[in-house]
Structure formats: structure tokens, C-alpha cells
């Protein structure tokens, strides 16, 4: 059901229908509190929770608070194994184009993406952009509490990126994002490579690839304080082979098509 205006209309807007994806793994100190917060910043959006088996009873807790929820706005899917960010958010994704959503919000469950700060992805949504990064490294977009190297890392790794394939995003490795269902319908997300963190970049090339508009908003990514990151060297490396190899393809296919003209 579409929720209503304080004047008893429907609302029309995309945004009406928003459904922000978390996947956790070994999460049960922070899922409670982002759900929190979410509800307390856009009561009206619902929340899929995307469990990988967490050994610390994560998704037990996710099924006592969607149990707790009067109002529905909370779901938990169950996945027996953890096999990748990019695979939780593709079963996530197609549990949410199954049913009626019409923007699909990717977000961290740690904290590091403001639940108070989901309005202004929604905004540039219902102002008409299909895809919406949440971004560190626009105007007005800061990183707090990070260490130097993460900050190297994460600036060098989309300095890389928007090198290496001509995307002009200021932040394309960034994991808080809108997506309007049309794009994820048209893209095929049984063809995407990549299942760690590179599958940010591998998603939003895609989107850009097909034509849909794409923009960024300023956000603040705040370091996690409770639990450990999932970052790892096997990451890194994947998202450096792959980007370089999308690169490479690219420019092939540009030379190609210039070649034929």
C-alpha cells in the first residue's frame, strides 16, 4: 500500500515506496541501532535485512525486531553462507523487485551511512536521476574517525577508477546508494563478476553503461565503533584486477567502434 499525505492523497513520489537492503554478518551490536535510527529519520520505509548465518545470533535478533514491528517495515531474509557484499545485495535486490518497491537502497549496517542523511538520495530521486551515490569526496561529503591509510586507500582506489574507465564520479567504490527499480530491472544481475567490495564500482558502471542518469550527494561516512570492518587484502586486490580489466575492455570497445565509424 503506497503511504498517504497528511491531507489523505496518495503519494505519487518514488521514494513512497523505498526499501533499504542491510546486509549483516556477525552485526547484533548495531543492527538494532541502525533500524533505529532509520525508522526515526523516514518512518515510512522498510528495511530487508540480509543475514548471512552470523555466528553471533545476528539474524535472530533481525527476526525479534521484525517480529516487534507493528508496522511491517521490517524484513529479514536468511542466507546459510557468506559468500560475498555483492551476492547479499542481488538476493536483496530481487526480493524487493518481487514485491513492489520502486527504490532500493543500498546500506551499511555498521553505522558508517547516517540513516539521517537518506533523504537527500531520495530527494535527487524523486527530482528524476536513477541512480544516487551517497558520497565522501563531493563538496560538502567528510569521512570521520577514519585512519590515514583507509582514507589513501579509498581516494587512490576511485582516483583509480574514474582513470581507468572515464567515469566522472567523484566516489564510485561508496556503498550507500538509491537505485530506481527500473535500473536494476535492465541491468543483468546474474552476469555481475564481482561479489566483494568492487562490485560497487562493477554496479554503478553498469548503470552508467546503460544510460541512466547518475548522480552523487554529500554524505558522512563515519568509521564503525562497534564490531570489525570486513575489509581484506583478497578485497583490494579483486577490485584492482577487475577494474583494470573493465578498463581494458572498454577501450577496446571504444577503438572498435571508432575504427567501424
Known amino acids: 500500500m503506497t503511504p498517504g499525505t497528511p491531507g489523505g492523497s496518495p503519494d505519487t ?78 538476493a536483496g535486490f530481487g526480493w524487493g523487485l518481487d514485491r513492489d518497491y520502486e527504490v532500493l537502497v543500498e546500506m551499511d549496517a555498521d553505522g558508517s551511512h547516517a540513516p539521517e542523511q537518506l533523504h537527500r538520495l531520495l530527494d535527487q530521486i524523486d527530482g528524476g536521476y536513477d541512480l544516487v551515490l551517497g558520497s565522501r569526496y563531493v563538496r560538502g561529503g567528510t569521512v570521520v574517525n577514519w ?18 574507465l572515464g567515469a566522472p564520479l567523484k566516489d564510485i567504490t561508496g556503498g550507500y546508494r538509491a537505485f530506481r527499480r527500473k ?4 541491468l543483468s544481475l ?27 550527494v554529500p554524505i558522512t561516512f563515519t568509521e564503525r565503533e562497534r564490531g570489525e570492518s570486513k575489509m581484506s587484502g583478497n ?20 577503438l572498435k567502434r571508432l575504427t567501424k565509424s
Open 13 to 90: 513520489r518514488p521514494s513512497a515506496r523505498t526499501l533499504v537492503i542491510i546486509p549483516t554478518y556477525n552485526e547484533r551490536d548495531n543492527i538494532g541501532i541502525i533500524i533505529e535510527r532509520l525508522h526515526s529519520a523516514l518512518p515510512h520505509v522498510h528495511a530487508l535485512i540480509v543475514d548471512d548465518g552470523s555466528p553471533d545470533g545476528t539474524g535472530q535478533l533481525a527476526d525479534e525486531l521484525a517480529a516487534a514491528d507493528e508496522k511491517g517495515r521490517i524484513h529479514v531474509m536468511h542466507r546459510t553462507e557468506k559468500n560475498g557484499l555483492g551476492a547479499a545485495y542481488i
Open 190 to 216: 546474474d552476469a555481475v563478476e564481482s561479489h566483494g567490495y568492487c562490485f560497487q564500482v562493477d554496479l554503478a558502471w553498469r548503470t552508467m553503461q546503460a544510460g541512466f542518469t547518475v548522480t552523487e
Open 183 to 186: 535500473v536494476l530491472e535492465k
Open 235 to 254: 578485497i583490494v586486490r579483486e577490485a584492482l584486477l577487475k577494474v583494470t580489466q573493465w578498463g581494458i575492455r572498454y577501450r577496446i570497445d571504444k
Open 147 to 164: 585512519p590515514k591509510r583507509r582514507q589513501w586507500l579509498s581516494r587512490g582506489g576511485n582516483i583509480y577508477s574514474r582513470l581507468a
